[in-house]
T-cell receptor, first 112, second 109 residues
């Protein structure tokens, strides 16, 4: 059974600080990794994807992947109240059009 | 990024009726689309994988005769909730190429 684990939170971070969201996965052969943001009542929005070990930066977001440790994280710099949402980690075991495996999500709250 | 649309965004129907939800990929072709359901404050639940030109693959516990899926073209998949009941009220979301549609909120009275 392939699994993706996330701390459900809520994670509370002061405005302007760095929010760090973590995710572990069980299938060592997984190839592609995704972070989605979901606001309450809305569908998930893809914000980052990463395929290679190391860091990938996009604006205030940095995705980090460590395949040896089966660990992927998302850092949000200069956190804003608008970043308050649930963040879903997802893993594609086969890097194809196959279904991806979602974690249950971490609820992030940015306090002003 | 890729754009996925859904229609309708919101639907209210009477118990016992059927409701069809459309999912379209707007700027790419998708041989595979996915249908999810999400109840309030719960995780996404994958219902089925929609395959263009062939039968859908349903997840364990999802009734294929109740949730009919048709993927007739490379840009369109439909989900029909047949004989809907109040417990089918939920947020239905489709996905293609790792992108999600905006979702359809179904309320069954």
């Amino acid at each position: 059974q392939k699994e993706v684990e996330q701390n459900s939170g809520p994670l509370s971070v002061p405005e302007g600080a760095i929010a760090s969201l973590n995710c572990t996965y069980s299938d060592r052969g997984s190839q592609s990794f995704f972070w989605y943001r979901q606001y309450s009542g809305k569908s998930p929005e893809l914000i980052m994807f990463i395929y290679s070990n190391g860091d990938k930066e996009d604006g205030r977001f940095t995705a980090q992947l460590n395949k040896a440790s089966q660990y992927v994280s998302l850092l949000i710099r200069d956190s804003q109240p608008s970043d308050s949402a649930t963040y879903l980690c997802a893993v594609d075991p086969y890097s194809s059009a196959s279904k991806i495996i979602f974690g249950s999500g971490t609820r992030l709250s940015i306090r002003p | 990024g890729a754009v996925v649309s859904q229609h309708p965004s919101r639907v209210i129907c009477k118990s016992g009726t059927s409701v069809k939800i459309e999912c379209r990929s707007l700027d790419f072709q998708a041989t595979t689309m996915f249908w999810y359901r999400q109840f309030p404050k719960q995780s996404l639940m994958l219902m089925a994988t929609s395959n263009e030109g062939s039968k859908a693959t349903y997840e364990q516990g999802v009734e294929k005769d109740k949730f009919l899926i048709n993927h007739a073209s490379l840009t369109l998949s439909t989900l029909t909730v047949t004989s809907a009941h109040p417990e089918d009220s939920s947020f239905y979301i489709c996905s293609a190429n790792k992108y999600f549609g905006p979702g359809t909120r179904l309320t069954v009275l």
